[in-house]
């Protein structure tokens, strides 16, 4: 069997051989380690293999996981469904959420960030296959959101997240250049409507790719991969 330190090496490999092949800086690829279901024990052990980003999608476990390892080179990720009841939580132990997909939630990771940290780096989640039972916001209604969380202090939107319908004839390559095409043109209308508002939205962040489909990702130009399997072994 394979050991952590393996996978995680072999899965760092593939990147920067997925990055090459796509004529991309390795360096713009940020690996972000799934780490939900797995032990806080195997997150210290990541950590000190050189893992900064961990993302998790279930709060109270993260929490536990984040205090455990009490480690403030680490970066928390927030991948999961949001409800209302969770977000202050969410705003005070994570820097980054990708899975923003109501004004609702973000007016209150907004009000409920804490002062004394930087403002909470935002995605979009984006529902790409248009799937009634995924989460996200519809293409249709990606900009009002955007416009929405740019103007909120607090939050700092860096790009959208999509997680696509698996399709196995191209990876999913279609929706990754679908994601890809929408944040650039966001990139165009929030440049020009907050010009004058004196916040500017960063939108350098690709958050798409899972263990089966992140080398389809990293062509289309992702930024964040979102990877689990592929480094811990099969979920139980
Ligand atoms: C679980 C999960 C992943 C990781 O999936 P793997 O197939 O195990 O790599 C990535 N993104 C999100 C949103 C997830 O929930």
Excluded at 4 to 31: K, M, W
Excluded at 205 to 225: E, K, N, Y
Aim: proline share 3%; hydrophobic share 40%; aromatic share 4%.
């Amino acid at each position: 069997m394979e050991t952590l330190s393996q996978r995680y090496f072999q899965v760092v490999d593939r990147i920067r051989i997925d990055c090459e092949a796509a004529g991309r800086d390795p360096n713009t690829v940020h690996l972000l380690a799934v780490s939900k279901t797995r032990s806080a024990a195997d997150v210290c052990a990541l950590a000190t293999l050189g893992q900064r980003d961990f993302a998790e999608n279930y709060l109270q476990e993260a929490l536990d996981k984040i205090s455990t390892c009490a480690n403030d080179q680490l970066c928390w990720h927030f991948i999961g469904p949001i409800q209302s009841n969770k977000t202050r939580d969410i705003a005070t132990s994570f820097s980054w959420v990708h899975s923003v997909d109501r004004a609702k939630i973000a007016q209150r990771l907004n009000d409920q960030r804490p002062t004394h940290l930087p403002p909470l780096n935002i995605c979009i989640q984006v529902n790409i296959d248009d799937e009634d039972s995924k989460s996200g916001v519809s293409l249709l209604d990606v900009t009002a959101l955007a416009e929405h969380i740019a103007n909120l202090p607090r939050l700092q939107l860096r790009g959208l997240m999509a997680i696509p319908r698996a399709d196995s004839d191209d990876n999913n390559r279609a929706a990754f250049d679908k994601l890809a095409m929408t944040l650039s043109s966001l990139r165009h209308t929030i440049a020009i409507s907050d010009v004058d508002k004196g916040k500017v939205a960063l939108l350098d962040t690709l958050s798409m790719g899972m263990s089966g489909d992140f080398g389809s990702a990293i062509a289309a130009g992702a930024t964040h991969v979102r990877i689990g399997t592929a480094l811990f072994g099969p979920r139980q």
